[in-house]
Each structure stands twice: as C-alpha cells, then as structure tokens.
C-alpha cells in the first residue's frame, strides 16, 4: 500500500507522463498501429520544436469532442509559415487553398497564428492540419519522448 507522500508522487507523475498507443497509419513510416509512447506533457522542462511528434486533442473543425487524441509531427511553430510540397499531399487534398493555404510554387504554405502549431502526419494521406488548420497549443497533451514497444 502507498503511504499519501507516494500517492503524491505517483499522481504527479501521471500528470506529467501518459502512455499511449497508436491507433492507424497516419505516423507510417515513424510510427504504426499498437506501438507504444511515452508523452511527457508539454512545458518549459519539454519545448516544442519543429520536428517533435505530439499527441493533442482532436479538434472540432475534425469533428473532435475533446476525448479523441491525434498523433503527428510538428511542422511550424508560432509565427512561422508551414511549407508542404504539393507532392506530399494526395491527390484529393491538393486544392488545399480551401483549407487555408496559399500556393506558392510547388508548396502549399500555411501561417501560423501565435499560440498555435501546425502539425502533419508523416503518411501522404494523414488527417492534420493540412485540413484542420494550425492547433491551439493548449489542445497538446504531451510530446513524445520514447517508444515503448514496436507494433
């Protein structure tokens, strides 16, 4: 049985940590469906960076409630422009403009807003903010800091 010090200590590492399992394809090839992740919610002890893979809420505009979580990589942070080849994207999602993005060459380009991130799965066909828009940083709850067990 844990004494309340232990109970303390445990509640504050779960409020730290979560494990998570991955449901789809939308990390493949990084990550695929039953590997296991260990987040550590987002703060100055783990700062964004470009690159990281977060897990967060779904959010509305996806037709989330707040219960879903969705995993991707961070591809712009606050103030910067996101830049995705048109070659990255699938067929269907190449009229991005409806979605926010301006075509510049051959990247769509999306700013985003302070406070926000823009994410992307590392699979062609992910949903992410390439439909979704730039996500409130507040929305992520963790930031992927090890892999537990491959699928």
């Known amino acids: ?6 109970r303390t200590r445990m509640r504050a590492l779960g409020h730290l940590l979560r494990i998570i399992r991955v449901q ?5 090839p990084a990550l695929h469906d039953g590997d296991r992740l260990l987040a550590m919610r987002p703060g100055p002890w783990r700062p964004l960076r470009r690159g990281v893979i977060v897990v967060g809420r779904v959010p509305a505009a996806a037709g ?4 879903a979580l969705f995993i991707k990589r ?30 510049d060459g051959t990247d769509a380009t999306w700013p985003v807003p302070d406070g926000h991130v823009f ?27 090890a892999r ?4």
Request: charged share 20%; net charge negative.
């Open 1 to 6: 049985m844990l004494t309340p010090p232990q």
């Open 24 to 28: 789809g394809d939308s990390m493949v």
């Open 64 to 67: 989330g409630d707040g219960s």
């Open 74 to 103: 961070v591809l712009a942070l606050p103030g910067e422009i996101a830049r995705v080849p048109l070659d990255r994207l699938s067929p269907v999602r190449r009229s991005v403009e409806q979605f926010g993005a301006t075509i």
């Open 119 to 145: 994410v992307k799965g590392d699979a062609h066909d992910s949903a992410d903010s390439v439909s979704w828009g730039a996500i409130p940083r507040s929305e992520l709850v963790g930031v992927v800091v």
């Open 148 to 151: 537990l067990s491959p699928s």
